[in-house]
């Protein structure tokens, strides 16, 4: 059984960093894509970064050399450490799994197919 949790969020200054986590159970043990996403009222969901059962990281163009997307596999725990934040970054974030490695290579968040309830970030 799946399930993904996260927690991190919080309200911080333009400038700072937080560090998002995703607690991963039912993790499947071969092909697997991880995602974190986010989503502002009134607009589409959008893919933030990615990584796959292979180790492979992807980023959206916005958050590149700002973001890192970890994972810590003894923990099961998914990270995404955010520096620089700008106001442009607020919105809920989201932690989603796929159990197909090769959907790091789609942003489209209907490919993933679990997910956790969302943490705010909220960036003034």
């Known amino acids: 059984h799946v399930q993904l949790v996260e927690s991190g969020g919080g309200s911080v200054q333009a400038g700072e960093s937080l560090t998002l986590s995703c607690a991963v159970s039912?993790?499947?043990?071969?092909?697997?894509?991880l995602g974190w996403f986010r989503q502002t009222p009134g607009k589409e969901r959008e893919g933030v970064a990615a990584i796959d059962s292979d180790g492979r990281t992807t980023y959206v163009e916005s958050v590149k050399g700002r973001f890192t997307i970890s994972q810590d596999n003894a923990k099961n725990t998914l990270y995404l450490q955010m520096n620089s934040l700008e106001p442009e970054d607020s919105a809920m974030y989201y932690c989603?799994?796929?159990?197909?490695?090769?959907?790091?290579?789609?942003?489209?968040?209907?490919?993933?197919?679990?997910w956790g309830q969302g943490t705010q970030v909220t960036v003034s």
């Open positions: 039912g993790l499947p043990h071969s092909s697997y894509c």
């Open positions: 989603a799994l796929d159990d197909n490695k090769f959907t790091i290579g789609s942003w489209y968040w209907q490919e993933y197919k679990h």
